[in-house]
RNA sequence: GAUCCCAUAGCUCAGUUGGAUAGAGCGCAAGAUUCCUAAUCUUGAGGCCGGUGGUUCAAAUCCACCUGGGAUCGCCA
């Protein structure tokens, strides 16, 4: 199909201030046009605007926009009694949006659907507005203060598969809302104070028992120098674990010594210091490999001290309750089919539980940051826990209850359907994992004779990037709140819809320019000819709403549809239109290299909001 | 037992407020590179949207029931 033929009706300049947008005015995309126009003519005609909403077409074969308000508009007249025929009021609404400088042509199908195709004047203009633009469109909202808790990671546990989610869903939605424009705060909350502490303290005491942390009539000037390392306490708590799982007497000098800890005893405090030490130094550097960053590492043990008065307002507000010797928030309405069991406090052998810390958690951030919103990236399987906790917040008055929001995700599954395992039958390390990775896309450079010549350094930096950006897209590309297959021949697969293929397209882009610069082509004005240009325009047009939808819904998937099919866009224009080819003329090599330009801007922000991060070559 | 979630192409998954011929990637079949990176592009085959009934001009989408899978259900986190 030759498009410059069926495009030569088109040839007269797209001069961009023949559509007249307005500078002072905001902008808005090409569908925000054509929606505000198709809503205005159904409220013309005396019909709610909201049903005459344009939207991306079903059926792009036919157009790219479409407005569906047609039947609606006759659903609303046959209630009211009147007979009328959806495909005469969509062609009233033709009628009434002709000329639009927008719309280059409207055809009326099927029982009353108005497909729209836009005006060339009108995608040249938008294409111009997003060069124009640093942020490509994207358009930032009214800022909130939003803390987001995620990571789920433990004191003393290391980092395995199933932590993989909600460090990198949460790193996302943390830069989403950041790049929307809000304050956020990223805090790992550490699982530092229950029952765990109580079998590394046990166990490190069965191994060592000489260690001063123990010797009961010393309570202060313990060593410095910890007694541990992230390999001995990674070897120890399953040791605890599972000897307590058989044995209720061990069981129970694990729970007396989470007891003990919590009311204060000195050596074990100090030694629960040292893990922290040592199992933070040890996340940072798993998190940072996976590029994801906290701003806050408080823990458990960190408001622990906020307790005691917690309790005591709590008590006095009246709201708690003493049940069989353990102290309780009842939660539960008066509505609902099934009691939401009661928030624990206190257990009847006073022990602080995982209510008590995140209860003591909501009390230190409305504290310290009063935010307007805190969002939890943790396991779906949690959701009853933070049900009970945010109703018990609402009832302190502390928080309303849209300030708190718990975002599942699902579990992560073998191809069995069954939590994953490795083929020993244990966890998968993360560190495993990303070298399998990185080993993955060292192996296909390989094989495609790139970076022979590169130096080893740089090699070894594109491995790990293809490696990261494979398995936070396969990841995220997920709908969030669904379980998910892990498969490592998927997850090392770099075709098709995945992190890689977004690099491969930035990285064309990148040595395009490099070379476009080594040849003095300067980038100019861009004139939309070709239906591959028109498809990357559009591409581009639709950013800021996917920004919006993944927002709104919390859902990363939604944005990396946009950023694949942001690429796959650009993958067609590459092949049909050569930007930098000799039969190219001047003035067209300006505009390909400028759209060139807007998409990598555009691709590099979706991509550093998904957290990933493009080689310059690859 | 109760409550909640899920079921869409051979596989992994999208599917907006109910709209046309239900999409993508992988895999399969056929093609494209004297030209900016083929980790690419183009085309094709492939579907009783778990089942039955209901609401509607129109249902993968809403409602009811059923089947199959998963999760959760006060002193673990």
Request: hydrophobic fraction near 40%; glycine fraction near 8%.
């Amino acid at each position: 199909m030759n498009s410059r033929l069926n495009n030569a009706h088109l040839t007269q300049t797209a001069n961009a201030s023949a559509f007249q947008l307005g500078k002072d005015k905001p902008m808005s995309s090409i569908l925000e046009t054509l929606n505000a126009a198709s809503c205005a003519a159904f409220s013309d005609m005396g019909f709610p605007a909201n049903i005459g909403v344009t939207r991306e077409s079903d059926r792009p074969d036919l157009a790219p926009f479409q407005c569906n308000g047609a039947m609606a508009a006759a659903g609303i007249l046959k209630k009211q009694g009147e007979k009328s025929n959806p495909r005469e009021i969509a062609q009233k609404i033709v009628e009434s949006l002709q000329g639009h400088p927008a719309i280059a042509e409207m055809e009326i199908a099927g029982p009353g659907f108005i497909n729209i195709r836009p005006t060339r004047v009108a995608l040249t203009s938008r294409a111009v507005e997003l060069a124009a633009d640093q942020n490509v469109g994207a358009t930032s909202v009214s800022p909130q203060t939003i803390v987001i808790d995620y990571g789920g990671a433990n004191v003393a546990k290391p980092m395995h598969v199933g932590h993989l989610r909600s460090a990198v869903i949460g790193e996302c939605l943390k830069r989403l809302l950041r790049f929307q424009g809000h304050n956020v705060i990223g805090d790992v909350h550490l699982g530092d104070w229950g029952l765990q502490m109580g079998h590394l303290i046990t166990e490190l005491m069965d191994e060592q028992p000489d260690l001063s942390y123990f010797d009961v009539s010393k309570n202060d000037d313990y060593p410095v120098e910890t007694p541990v390392q992230m390999d001995d306490l990674a070897r120890l708590y399953p040791a605890a674990s599972n000897k307590a799982k058989e044995d209720p007497s061990r069981m129970e000098r694990s729970r007396v010594a989470t007891a003990e800890l919590q009311a204060g005893r000195a050596g074990y405090r100090a030694l629960l210091e040292h893990f922290i030490a040592v199992s933070i130094a040890a996340l940072k550097e798993g998190y940072g490999a996976l590029g994801v960053e906290f701003d806050l590492w408080k823990g458990e043990a960190a408001v622990d001290p906020l307790i005691p008065d917690m309790i005591a307002g709590l008590k006095a507000q009246g709201i708690t309750e003493e049940d069989g010797g353990a102290l309780i928030i009842r939660v539960a309405t008066e509505e609902e089919k099934k009691d939401t069991p009661p928030v624990m406090l206190l257990a009847s052998s006073g022990a602080v539980l995982y209510h008590t810390t995140d209860l003591a958690t909501l009390v230190d951030r409305k504290a310290e940051i009063d935010p307007d919103l805190i969002l939890y990236v943790v396991d779906q399987r949690q959701a009853l826990h933070f049900e009970q906790v945010f109703r018990a917040a609402v009832k302190a008055g502390w928080y309303k209850r849209d300030q708190l929001d718990h975002l599942g995700f699902g579990t992560m599954n073998g191809k069995d359907g069954k939590p994953f395992k490795t083929r020993e039958g244990g966890v998968l390390r993360l560190e495993d994992l990303m070298s399998m990775m990185r080993d993955a896309a060292d192996k296909r450079l390989n094989e495609a004779g790139i970076g022979a010549d590169f130096p080893e350094k740089e090699r070894a930096d594109i491995a790990n990037k293809v490696g990261v950006a494979a398995l936070k897209f396969a990841d995220l590309q997920n709908q969030r709140i669904t379980n998910y297959i892990f498969d490592p021949e998927r997850f090392t697969a770099f075709e098709g819809k995945t992190g890689p293929y977004l690099l491969y397209a930035a990285v064309r882009i990148k040595s395009i320019l490099r070379k476009a610069k080594d040849q003095n082509v300067t980038s100019g004005e861009v004139n939309i000819n070709e239906s591959a240009e028109t498809g990357l325009v559009l591409a581009l047009d639709s950013f800021d709403r996917a920004l919006k939808s993944a927002t709104d819904k919390y859902a990363p998937h939604l944005l990396c549809d946009h950023v694949f099919r942001l690429a796959q866009a650009f993958s067609r224009f590459y092949s049909d239109c050569p930007i930098l080819a000799g039969e190219t003329p001047d003035i067209v090599k300006a505009s390909r290299l400028t759209l060139a330009e807007t998409t990598l801007r555009q691709l590099e922000h979706g991509l550093h909001i998904l957290g990933i991060e493009a080689p310059e070559r690859m």
